[in-house]
């Protein structure tokens, strides 16, 4: 029973220390839905926008477009078609890569959750295989002690056979009746 119950309880210590990553898998996969579109065009629309809102989006494509500018002023082509084309797809390329960069983050998070409930399911199925070893070692050990136990009876009764064989033919003769009483006993 101790082995059981050491068992069980370092199976709830393991879960318990899994548990902060099984709960980032967990908070990521809605997010990740959200953002590949399984739940939805306004769910995906939502957090395109969250995205786009975001410190990250907004630091970037302020960041590149006063980069852009800025070297088109250098080089006097700051009204150039070249420019212009160049603000213009910016936007989208940032946001494209932030979504992308999103992604493999959320992706990330559902493998860290996944790989804790992997592992603590691993440990679960040994710590169930170890305590069906031990109950089978306890089985053993009762049939062990019962057989022992009947052994032990078997032995008392052939001696108590040999007992009363032994004081029948001392007061009896082996001849007539007390031949008799001893070739049936």
Known sequence: MAGLNESK????????????YQNLGRAAIPELGDLVGVNGGDAQQAIIDQLKAGPLYTSLTGAGEESILANASATGGLRGGN???????FRGDTLNSVIANQ???????????SGATDAVSNFG???????NQLRNQGAGAKAQAVLAKAGINAQ????AGGFLDSAISSVLPTSGVGGFLKKLF
Not at 9 to 20: C, V
């Open 9 to 20: 309880r370092q199976f709830d210590i393991t879960r318990q220390d899994y548990e902060p």
């Open 83 to 89: 420019t212009q084309d160049a603000l213009a797809r």
């Open 103 to 113: 992604l493999a983050q959320y992706s990330g998070l559902v493998g860290i959750g």
């Open 125 to 131: 199925a040994a710590a169930v295989n170890a305590q």
């Open 156 to 159: 008392n009764w052939s001696n």
